[in-house]
């Protein structure tokens, strides 16, 4: 389980690092080429950017998940509530999350499968739309999957091997 889990969470930042990295490449050949005379921009960046900005955000909300770096307001459950209530309403609150997370995992699969099924390509290159609304349930079920943990084990059992062998 933790050598799978650590592959997993290895490929999602290899592919967080691949998106920003192509984005970032390509968004300063694209500006090059409009700025330069003679020279013809590529069509389909704007685009292509967008939805690749989509994956990357899907799929570092779930290793934010994992860090437990999302914004977080408890200063008022803290202070009203005692100890074994905050425990109880964070408990509701992931179960909560791992609920949406499914509807979403759903809702987002469905309409990823109807766009690939239908063949809706994208506007300004030959490439099929439900690869972009993939990121969808991909990142959900990712950042269910962290939620799942963080509510069975309380803490990541995994984030201090993962910090120690990345830095």
């Given at each position: 389980?933790?050598?799978?889990?650590?592959?997993?969470?290895?490929?999602?930042?290899?592919?967080?690092?691949?998106?920003?990295?192509?984005?970032?490449?390509?968004?300063?050949?694209?500006?090059?080429?409009?700025?330069?005379?003679?020279?013809?921009?590529?069509?389909?960046?704007?685009?292509?950017?967008?939805?690749?900005?989509?994956?990357?955000?899907?799929?570092?909300?779930?290793?934010?998940?994992?860090?437990?770096?999302?914004?977080?307001?408890?200063?008022?459950?803290?202070?009203?509530?005692?100890a074994n209530q905050v425990t109880v309403i964070k408990t509701v609150t992931?179960?909560?999350?791992?609920?949406?997370?499914?509807?979403?995992?759903?809702?987002?699969?469905?309409?990823?499968?109807?766009?690939?099924?239908?063949?809706?390509?994208?506007?300004?290159?030959?490439?099929?739309?439900?690869?972009?609304?993939?990121?969808?349930?991909?990142?959900?079920?990712?950042m269910f999957f962290e939620y799942l943990i963080l509510l069975m084990y309380?803490?990541?059992?995994?984030?201090?091997?993962?910090?120690?062998?990345?830095?």
């Amino acid at each position: 389980m933790k050598s799978l889990y650590l592959t997993m969470d290895f490929a999602r930042k290899v592919l967080i690092i691949a998106i920003l990295a192509f984005m970032t490449g390509a968004g300063a050949v694209q500006v090059f080429l409009r700025y330069t005379p003679g020279l013809v921009s590529f069509p389909w960046y704007n685009e292509i950017a967008t939805h690749l900005f989509v994956w990357m955000v899907f799929l570092a909300a779930s290793s934010c998940v994992r860090e437990k770096a999302h914004f977080n307001i408890d200063f008022f459950v803290l202070k009203l509530f005692n100890a074994n209530q905050v425990t109880v309403i964070k408990t509701v609150t992931a179960l909560v999350i791992l609920l949406f997370l499914a509807l979403i995992v759903y809702q987002g699969t469905l309409r990823t499968v109807y766009h690939l099924r239908v063949g809706t390509m994208l506007q300004n290159a030959p490439i099929l739309r439900g690869w972009f609304y993939l990121a969808i349930p991909v990142g959900s079920l990712l950042m269910f999957f962290e939620y799942l943990i963080l509510l069975m084990y309380k803490n990541h059992p995994f984030v201090a091997d993962t910090a120690t062998t990345t830095a």
